[in-house]
């Protein structure tokens, strides 16, 4: 172990979650204080020692997205200006990962310009749960730990097994992660041809592969607007589905999501902690979350002390 100590410090993003880190790893959350200008600037300033220290910053970059990508990064630079020996970011949600690729003229890469900013601000380790896109690794030059929600939520269905179910990819580039989910639980796949016309609005086309008198277990990585989610959950009803479900790593729930839920025929979507449920989505009844800290929690001390990773990788 080439480190004496770790600290694990968080931002405002989910504090809740980085402190059911701290309590599976048996420490404290390290002291930061944050504080905002007037004007909406973020001041903060780290109240520990930390020199020679290895150091993991647990922050989503939910909402409000450029706030708390702001907090991790002058976090970090703050960490690295202090000497921290080793300054590991934990991403439970990466913020800008829809955006890995030019799909029309004129257009920025978002993931890969947050990627540069946090090598910049001082990562020299990453530490991501469910990316939306697995290549988005390739965007870092420092070495990257990608873990997946799938355990914790393949616990939770494990009893549903024999029961009739299919699994169901809410499109053509979540197939992969579905398949997993599938072979894991022994089940049958299917696929729903989705056509995005524009950003958060998407058009179910047709379902390839038999849901007829299935129960069905939607998956994905993140539930944004749940326009997708309702809209499929009203194909698979009208193949003749006996019930739908769904899951997803990250709770995004924006715009008008927890009302469409509500309004839906879904019997109940299952989401981790990667990002704080508030308001609305909190007080629904149909929305039950998991909690991932064990998990990260395991990931953090096999980091630290130089250990494997990948046993926590499926």
Not at 15 to 39: H, N, T, W
Request: aromatic share 6%; with cysteine.
């Amino acid at each position: 172990m080439r480190f004496n100590h770790f600290k694990v410090f968080s931002g405002n993003a989910n504090p809740a979650l980085a402190g059911e880190i701290c309590y599976e790893l048996g420490c404290q959350l390290a002291a930061v204080r944050v504080r905002e200008f007037s004007d909406g600037e973020v001041h903060l300033q780290i109240q520990e020692n930390v020199r020679g220290a290895d150091v993991f910053v647990v922050q989503p970059t939910c909402t409000p997205v450029d706030r708390h990508l702001m907090e991790l990064l002058l976090m970090m630079d703050a960490l690295k200006r202090a000497s921290a020996e080793r300054i590991t970011a934990v991403l439970p949600y990466y913020g800008y990962a829809r955006q890995d690729r030019k799909d029309r003229p004129r257009m920025p890469i978002s993931a890969r310009l947050v990627a540069s900013l946090l090598e910049r601000a001082g990562a020299n380790r990453i530490l991501a749960l469910d990316l939306h896109a697995a290549q988005i690794q390739g965007f870092f030059d420092v070495p990257v730990d990608h873990l997946f929600g799938m355990p914790v939520m393949i616990d939770y269905f494990d009893e549903m097994r024999g029961e009739g179910m299919t699994v169901v990819s809410p499109d053509a580039g979540g197939v992969e992660r579905a398949r997993a989910f599938a072979k894991r639980l022994d089940a049958p796949l299917a696929i729903i041809d989705k056509r995005r016309t524009e950003v958060n609005v998407a058009e179910v086309m047709h379902i390839i592969g038999d849901v007829d008198g299935q129960h069905c277990l939607i998956v994905d990585d993140l539930i944004d607007t749940a326009g997708t989610l309702v809209k499929a959950t009203e194909a698979l009803l009208k193949q003749g589905a006996m019930s739908v479900r769904a899951c997803a790593t990250h709770a995004v729930l924006s715009g008008p999501a927890v009302e469409r839920i509500e309004a839906s025929e879904i019997k109940e979507v299952i989401v981790t902690n990667s990002i704080p449920l508030k308001g609305a989505a909190d007080n629904c009844r149909r929305i039950k979350q998991l909690s991932v800290a064990p998990m990260l929690a395991k990931a953090i001390q096999s980091i630290h002390e130089d250990g494997s990773v990948s046993t926590l990788f499926v």
